[in-house]
């Protein structure tokens, strides 16, 4: 059952009658109960209706099924019984006839009267003996028309006080949604005012982020240019002073000229020493043959004189004299044939790397 619904004031209640009450229409008791109780046959039809469905599924359950055809056949129908029946186009046709009572309209059920328990009493109330009807009915009315009047006055102050009511509302509708516009108004303000601080606070910031990043530069150049100043031309003479920026021509005289010229310097040294010692030992060899001889042959013109010896230092020396000259004329003439041999490849040298740098100069002017 649907629950009613629970009205406030009385007045808007639907279980109050209002107007004549003896315009009511009055439904019959007997009605109702047919109308709220189902008959046996009703009931009986319903249940043959359900058992018929519960039978169709279950027939349609238990019916098996022939599987789909595959694609490009179709199924025929085929008799499977045990004895053949003739089939024909024609079907046969017989007429039956069938007549039916007459249908009788259910009886109305008679109402349920319970059983009497107790005893009947019964008692006489003349008129008059209870109460008088214009005397009693009196304080009724007062209190009804009262409680009536009162009820009113109450519906008609409360709908003053829900009128004000109403009124303070919109009063306080508009007042409040005057405050939530000045305010929607303020905070939009206040925004754009954060949002412009915000971009402000950006743009100064970029700006000295970039006039840090100037100052950086221009003191890093700064310090590049006062560091380079001093370390390029120190840079320079390391490298002149470590060999990697040099003179091609001087190069080439200390890397091929000098040490071939140290190595002519030393064999003509060895080959003087060498001159040396063979006229020293040549020297010594004639000194010492002379010396045997003189020792051992005396002079014809001269007499014998046993007591003096000739001295072999006085006789020698004219012929040490001679043969050292004779020693230093050759390596002289050695001397000078070597040396136009030495001028002249060191002419054949110069005037080759005077080529060289000739041919260079003129490649860069040619490049330039």
């Known amino acids: 059952e649907k629950e009613l619904p629970r009205y406030v004031h009385l007045m808007y209640d639907r279980r109050v009658v209002r107007g004549n009450t003896y315009a009511l229409q009055v439904i019959p008791v007997v009605c109702l109960l047919c109308s709220t109780q189902p008959s046996l046959l009703e009931i009986q039809r319903q249940r043959e209706a359900q058992r018929r469905a519960l039978a169709r599924k279950r027939a349609e359950q238990l019916q098996s099924r022939t599987p789909e055809p595959v694609e490009g056949r179709e199924h025929v129908h085929v008799q499977t019984e045990l004895y053949l029946e003739e089939i024909s186009d024609r079907v046969i046709e017989v007429d039956i006839e069938c007549q039916t009572d007459a249908f009788l309209d259910r009886p109305a059920t008679p109402l349920f009267i319970p059983a009497k328990t107790g005893q009947d009493v019964a008692t006489q109330i003349e008129e008059g003996e209870l109460f008088d009807f214009d005397i009693e009915v009196k304080p009724i009315l007062e209190v009804l028309v009262g409680k009536t009047i009162e009820q009113a006055l109450l519906e008609v102050m409360e709908e003053e006080e829900l009128a004000q ?14 405050e939530l516009a000045e305010a929607q108004r303020l905070e939009e303000q206040d925004r754009r005012y954060r949002e412009e601080k915000e971009r402000r606070r950006l743009q100064h910031m970029q700006m000295l982020q970039k006039q840090k990043e100037t100052t950086e530069k221009i003191a890093a150049r700064a310090f590049a240019q006062r560091y380079l100043t001093d370390l390029i031309p120190s840079v320079f003479n390391n490298l002149r002073d470590s060999g990697f920026f040099y003179d091609p021509i001087e190069r080439d005289i200390e890397t091929e000229f000098l040490p071939w010229l140290m190595t002519e310097v030393e064999e003509t040294l060895k080959r003087k020493v060498l001159g040396r010692t063979v006229l020293d030992s040549l020297i010594s060899a004639v000194v010492e043959k002379r010396l045997d001889a003189f020792s051992h042959k005396p002079l014809p013109d001269q007499p014998e004189v046993p007591a003096e010896e000739p001295k072999p230092t006085e006789t020698a020396q004219p012929q040490e004299a001679g043969e050292t000259d004779t020693a230093e004329q050759l390596v002289a003439e050695q001397e000078e044939t070597d040396q136009p ?20 100069g003129t490649e860069d002017l040619g490049i330039e």
């Open 165 to 178: 009511l109403w009124a303070r509302q919109r009063a306080y509708a508009e007042l409040r949604n005057a």
């Open 341 to 360: 041999v030495a001028e002249e490849q060191l002419s054949r040298r110069s005037s080759s790397q005077l080529e060289e740098t000739d041919q260079a």
